[in-house]
Structures are given as C-alpha cells and as structure tokens.
C-alpha cells in the first residue's frame, strides 16, 4: 500500500544518510505481525524493504520520516510511538544495549546512552538534565521543525527508555512525570496508561522525569571489560556517522539548546570547548555558519514547538527562549520565519 505523504524536505541535513535505520525496523516489524504489505511504503526513496536489514545501510531523516508517515496512515494507528515503543528491550538497541547492561550503575547506563544515542539510529536529539537534588529527566529536542512527526518521535524514544530502565532495574522502576511540548493529541489517555505516569501536554520542554535514588543502583549485568570494549566500538561508529566539520556545528546546538532559556555568549560556549573565541568563531565559519545564526535556529525551533504545541501565551514562549520582553520576540520572530508568533500558531491549527 502507497499512502500519500508531504515530504517536501529541503535541508542539506534532511537528506543526508547518516541515520542506521533501527527505528524503521522496529515499525517494519509490527507491520510484519499485523498482516500489513509494507513494500510500499519505500516507493520513490531509493531504498527497499530488504535494505533495512544490511548493517552498512543508513538513511536519511527524509527517507525515515516519509517511510514512518506513510506507517502511520498505513496502519491506521495514531500511537505508533507508543506501540513500537514498548515492543523494544535492551537487545534492541545493540551495541549501545550492551553498553548499558555492563554499566556500573543506571546513572551511569543513562549517560553512556544519551552520549551516545546516535547509533542506534535515534530521529531525536538527547540529553540530561539534572532538575534538583531530587529530579532528573531524560531530555528530547527535535533536530527540524517536523510538527507532523513530533509526537511518534517523542513516543517511541520516551516508551523504548521506560522498557530498558524496567529490564535493567526490574518493574518496580517507574516515570514521575512526563512533559510534552505539543498538544494533547486524540490518543491522550494512553499515555499514563502506557507509560505509568502523569503527562503534561503543551509543556515548555519534553523530558522524562525520573527520581534521582534511580541512578545508584549497581546494575547485575556489570563488566567493566565488556563494557570498555562496547564504549570503543560506539565511538567508532560515531566517528563514522560524523563529518568532523558539521560535528563542531551539532555541539555548539546541543549547547544552546540545553540553555535556550538563558543562552550563553559565544565567549561561554567556547570555554565549555576547550576552545578561545576566535577558534570557536574560526571553526563555525569553517562549515559556513555563524554562531548567531546557530542560536536563531535554536530560539526559532523552540518558538515553533512552543507554539505549536499549545495555548502557551506568547509572554511564556518568549521567556522559554530567553526573551524578557515580548515585543522584541514578535520582531526577532518575524525576522527568523517571515510571520508572526500568532500565525505561526495559527498555522498550525
């Protein structure tokens, strides 16, 4: 079945193949168990069914985001996300999945994963956030404005987490909330049901908040040699994924996004480098980006999720930016995307 798509993507970024198809897998799987012909779904993209097993494939975010969409209406399941999601245990995830099973401790597990998550062919951006002596979560940003997709990606990487923390941990493990930048979609109640927790839509961040006491416990599959060996073997496989350029450019945004709320001068991210300014300006241009330029997008991808998401004032999406005034948002918005906050959002509706 051939379902009609928008994959209109023009972004250098959008079409290059760097990305392991896993997630296609994992969908292509359950289309599998469902009786679902999924040949389809690969019509005009370059790639077929049988290329998504070949370890040496990647795929591009156009290519995965037009094969998900078309999953989606194919299988007539809003909640796909949630559905792979929860499908998914640690072996799932491979070389990554053995690192965290010979971690030390899940805090430590955590952290190898979000490092690193970009293996295992992750469409989200990942990070940690520690929120008080008490909180921590497990971050997600969006790498394009894709309002569409937005709630799958959010899904599947919030649902597949819950699993490999409850097999490293054991049921007793559990969410304490969950946060949700868009809105509230038809399939709601599920959530909680799904994943065991209160969720709060229309959220200035998505993140999966977790009891800090969660990151002590030594977990029994521990082996400090493997688990070395699995690190090695991770960081090959990102050396490999990245062009060295457009590396400086993606840790510079993780940078920003991680403090878009108050975002750092360019003199502050160059010291969390290792860098002086004129380096860190010298290496930007280098890939024909400007630091300003980098945290416009930023600011400009937030707004929109923002937005996008729910009623949130525009005083508040401001303030989540790093704006303390509301006028000069308007104009700084306007000059980023050619329209205001309130067509943006009503755009959208």
């Not at 997600?140 to 937005?150: G, I």
């Not at 004032?313 to 401001?318: C, K």
Request: hydrophobic share 45%; charged share 25%; proline share 5%.
């Amino acid at each position: 079945m051939n379902v009609a798509v928008d994959v209109e993507l023009d972004s250098a970024r959008e079409t290059a193949s760097v990305i392991p198809p896993n997630v296609l897998v994992h969908v292509l799987v359950h289309a599998d168990d469902c009786g679902v012909d999924t040949r389809g779904w690969f019509s005009g993209l370059g790639l077929t069914r049988a290329q998504m097993l070949d370890p040496q494939v990647k795929v591009s975010y156009h290519q995965a985001r037009t094969i998900l969409l078309r999953a989606i209406a194919a299988l007539g399941e809003p909640a796909l996300g949630l559905i792979v999601g929860r499908r998914q245990k640690i072996g799932s995830f491979g070389l990554l999945g053995l690192l965290m099973m010979t971690s030390a401790t899940f805090g430590e597990a955590m952290h190898q994963a979000i490092d690193n998550h970009q293996i295992c062919g992750c469409l989200l951006d990942i990070g940690f956030e520690q929120l008080s002596g008490e909180e921590v979560a497990l971050a997600l940003w969006p790498r394009f404005d894709d309002p569409q997709l937005h709630p799958f990606l959010c899904e599947e990487v919030i649902a597949s987490s819950l699993m490999i923390a409850i097999q490293l941990l054991g049921t007793e493990f559990g969410l304490k909330r969950i946060e949700l930048t868009y809105a509230a979609p038809a399939y709601a109640s599920l959530y909680s049901r799904v994943l065991g927790a209160d969720v709060q839509f229309g959220a200035r961040h998505n993140r999966a908040v977790i009891d800090t006491r969660w990151l002590a416990p030594p977990l029994p599959g521990h082996n400090p040699l493997t688990a070395r060996q699995a690190l090695e073997l991770c960081r090959i496989q990102l050396s490999q994924r990245h062009d060295c350029r457009d590396e400086i450019v993606a840790v510079v945004q993780g940078l920003l996004r991680d403090r878009v709320d108050h975002p750092p001068r360019i003199g502050e991210v160059a010291v969390a480098l290792n860098l002086s300014e004129r380096s860190l300006r010298r290496k930007l241009a280098d890939t024909g980006h400007a630091f300003r330029e980098i945290l416009n997008e930023v600011r400009t991808e937030r707004a929109l999720e923002l937005l996008r998401g729910g009623s949130m004032p525009v005083m508040d999406v401001a303030d989540a930016i790093g704006f303390s005034d509301a006028r000069e948002f308007r104009r700084a918005f306007k000059r980023w995307t050619g329209i205001s906050p309130r067509e943006a959002r009503r755009d959208h509706t």
